[in-house]
């Protein structure tokens, strides 16, 4: 199992981003996706997550209606499209798989079993 992500980089507040999240070693079927971020000095924070069965998808209070969680099942990746940068948007953004019934409006870290490695994000003018 593996996940890979990709798009971070450094954009200018109200800037927009398209993140990655590549699955390899499984099928998206069945699972759900969540997204997290931590920035320098706080914890780890879940943003977004998808049941990729469904299409259910949850966000947290502080991204709703500024961030867009979707699936491509045929190329087997999750994206997270972020519009609206903010400074405090700045931080590490990790995908992660976990079970669908652990897709709901609370996050927790523990509940996902494996990580990618993070991509950047930095909101900067």
């Known amino acids: 199992v593996q996940l890979v992500e990709s798009g971070g980089g450094l954009v200018q507040p109200g800037g927009s981003l398209r993140l990655s999240c590549a699955a390899s070693?499984?099928?998206?079927?069945?699972?759900?996706i969540g997204w997290f971020r931590q920035a320098p000095g706080k914890e780890r924070e879940g943003v977004s997550c998808?049941?990729?069965?469904?299409?259910?998808?949850y966000y947290a209070d502080s991204v709703k209606g500024r961030f867009t969680i979707s699936r491509d099942n045929a190329k087997n990746t999750v994206y997270l499209q972020i519009n609206n940068l903010k400074p405090e948007d700045t931080a590490v953004y990790y995908c992660?798989?976990?079970?669908?019934?652990?897709?709901?409006?609370?996050?927790?870290?523990?509940?996902?079993?494996?990580w990618g490695q993070g991509t950047q994000v930095t909101v900067s003018s």
């Open positions: 992660a798989v976990t079970q669908p019934v652990y897709c709901k409006n609370t996050y927790s870290s523990t509940w996902y079993d494996y």
């Open positions: 070693g499984f099928t998206l079927n069945y699972w759900a």
């Open positions: 998808i049941r990729t069965s469904d299409d259910s998808s």
